[in-house]
């Protein structure tokens, strides 16, 4: 997910335009935002069939092509998403803080529909939708997770302390649906890339 980020800066930094995100924006994103969602990924139960899967070929490089593929779809997706509207947001509202915390809270919110579909909460939820009846676990720790950081969102640019601290600006109602919308392409993103890393997909580069 953070690979949307660093192409965002690395691309407005060779078009000498102006950062949608700053450094200790990004900085926060990295240690605050993302630990507070992703560590709750570490106590989820192991997934059905992982004994049946064929031991990993130690000869296999760590960045495989279907790794490789993932990180590309998904980082284009927050590079579009974080400089478009951040670019929308300025033209807008004609102020750079305002669209900069809109990028930012666009982006976390995209990353929540990301972080359910790769979790198990999110296959099992799936699965109760389509009648297979699986439990839906974990969910405690992992919607705990995702609560704390959307406070802490909440907090980022709804404080003054944070508004100075991180450069951001208190948002409207309407400007935070607007935050939200980018969930909704987020699904099709998701299931894209889950579908490129499972056995039905083309057996290309493997």
């Given amino acids: 997910m953070n690979g949307g980020e660093s192409m965002t800066i690395l691309i407005s930094a060779l078009l000498a335009r102006e950062l949608p995100i700053l ?11 993302s630990i507070t969602m992703t560590v709750p990924l570490a106590f989820e139960p192991k997934s059905p069939g992982t004994m049946q899967q064929p031991p990993r070929n130690p000869q296999e490089p760590l960045l495989t092509p279907q790794l490789l593929r993932r990180i590309l779809v998904v980082s284009v997706f927050n590079w ?21 915390t809109m990028a930012i809270q666009a982006l976390v919110a995209a990353r929540i529909v990301y972080l359910l579909s790769i979790s ?17 676990a974990n969910a405690p720790i992992l919607m705990a997770g995702i609560a704390t950081a959307t ?19 208190p948002l409207t109602w309407q400007q935070w649906l607007i ?28």
């Avoid at 450094?23 to 935002?33: A, D, H, K, R, T």
């Avoid at 579009?80 to 900069?100: D, N, Q, Y």
């Avoid at 640019?157 to 944070?162: C, F, Y």
């Fill in 179 to 206: 935050c939200l919308l980018p969930m909704i392409p987020m699904l099709p993103t998701a299931f894209l890339v889950n579908w490129m890393d499972s056995p039905q997909a083309p057996a290309t580069n493997r």
């Fill in 120 to 136: 198990q909460l999110g296959a099992n939820i799936v699965g109760y939708v389509r009648g297979r009846n699986r439990a839906i």
């Fill in 23 to 33: 450094s200790l924006q990004v900085l926060w994103l990295n240690m605050i935002n």
């Fill in 80 to 100: 579009i998403l974080i400089f478009g509207l951040f670019e929308w947001a300025k033209s807008t509202t004609g102020s750079v803080a305002v669209a900069r």
């Fill in 151 to 169: 406070i802490l969102q909440i907090l980022f640019s709804q404080w003054e302390v944070m508004n100075t601290l991180f450069a951001t600006a």
